[in-house]
């Protein structure tokens, strides 16, 4: 088992759809991150769970809407999207919040909206 | 507020030449440093972090860094390339709040035969 899983790997959905991003960590951490990366734009920071609780959200738009049940586990909700929301959307984890703490990344999913 | 710069979006060296990515940053606290690569189609890996004590680091893959405060520099070098190399490179600051890591815009390496 890599460290940190992500499916799909790939994602087409048209504006008016519901999808559902998911990550799982088997790396026994206690934070969770969704971050999104988009072409010719630096790395942004989108949400921060800290043993499941929501602990950071950075002006992200209602249409996502994560779910943390527990310290393993992050789902990323979609709903009513927009084409400028095409990205790679990475999860990533870290043994804790502090600064000192790395991130462990997944592989991504490739979001693609028509 | 911390940021960083990374200089150089497209470095291009030899295979067996000497590699270096430019990274400076601005932390109002002391900052804890990465480096991160992301190869095509995957997430990001860590090559390396300074958090204290010893200012040169050494990472996976044979890279190395040197923390430089007077310089508010974190370069990456490698002495010699390999193909296997090409990749993007980001270098990342982060404070008190690993989630608040401020990554640069990414250096692309490319590595010709």
């Known amino acids: 088992e890599t460290g940190v899983t992500q499916t799909p790997r790939h994602l087409v959905m048209g504006m008016t759809n519901k999808k559902s991003l998911k990550c799982e960590q088997h790396l026994g951490h206690n934070a969770m991150y969704w971050y999104k990366q988009s072409a010719k734009k630096p790395l942004e920071l989108m949400f921060v769970?800290?043993?499941?609780?929501?602990?950071e959200n950075n002006s992200v738009p209602s249409r996502f809407s994560p779910e943390c049940p527990n310290s393993s586990h992050l789902f990323l909700h979609l709903h009513t999207l927009q084409p400028e929301d095409s990205a790679l959307y990475l999860c990533?984890?870290?043994?804790?919040?502090?600064?000192?703490?790395?991130?462990?990344f997944g592989n991504g999913t490739r979001l693609t909206v028509t | 507020a911390q940021s960083v710069t990374q200089l150089g979006s497209h470095v291009s060296v030899s295979e067996g030449a000497l590699v270096l990515l430019r990274c400076n940053y601005s932390?109002?606290?002391?900052?804890?440093l990465f480096w991160y690569v992301q190869y095509p189609n995957q997430g990001l890996q860590l090559l390396l972090k300074y958090t204290t004590g010893a200012t040169l680091v050494k990472g996976i893959n044979g890279f190395e860094a040197e923390f430089k405060k007077s310089e508010t520099s974190f370069h990456l070098t490698k002495p010699s390339a390999h193909m296997s190399d090409a990749a993007e490179y980001f270098c990342?600051?982060?404070?008190?709040?690993?989630?608040?890591?401020?990554f640069g815009d990414g250096t692309t390496l490319t590595v010709k035969p």
């Open positions: 932390s109002s606290v002391p900052p804890y």
């Open positions: 990533a984890s870290s043994q804790e919040v502090a600064g000192n703490s790395p991130l462990h």
């Open positions: 990342a600051v982060s404070g008190a709040n690993a989630g608040k890591s401020t």
């Open positions: 769970y800290n043993f499941k609780e929501q602990t």
